[in-house]
């Protein structure tokens, strides 16, 4: 629950100002292009998953490549930065505010060469 006043709160969708909540939301949270080209997509988690953050990485042409888990919520500012293969970012402890680096990477299928 957001406690304040909304007019205070900075980009903020006209609709949401006036009232006017959404019944459903977006499929997706962000979209990022990484190093090579690679195409992002973080997405809602599973219920009982919402500390974790669900990358589905797409080639520049759309097609799908893989699905990245991020065990921990990566802080915005620093942004994260998106490699090939890996997201690198910071995390930030709630107990004691202790800030750390971390790169989440996995192995994506090796493509053929273009004959």
């Not at 459903?24 to 998953?49: A, K, N, Q, Y």
Request: aromatic share 12%.
């Amino acid at each position: 629950m957001f406690h304040g006043l909304l007019d205070e709160v900075e980009n903020v969708a006209p609709e949401i100002l006036r009232g006017e909540i959404p019944d459903s939301l977006p499929h997706f949270l962000s979209i990022h292009v990484g190093e090579s080209d690679r195409i992002w997509v973080r997405r809602w988690p599973p219920e009982g998953m919402s500390s974790s953050r669900y990358y589905d990485v797409l080639e520049y042409d759309g097609s799908f490549v893989g699905t990245l888990v991020v065990p921990a919520p990566l802080l915005a500012d620093p942004p994260p930065f998106f490699g090939d293969s890996f997201i690198a970012g910071v995390v930030m402890d709630p107990e004691t505010d202790v800030h750390t680096v971390v790169v989440a990477s996995f192995t994506f299928p090796i493509r053929a060469a273009d004959p």
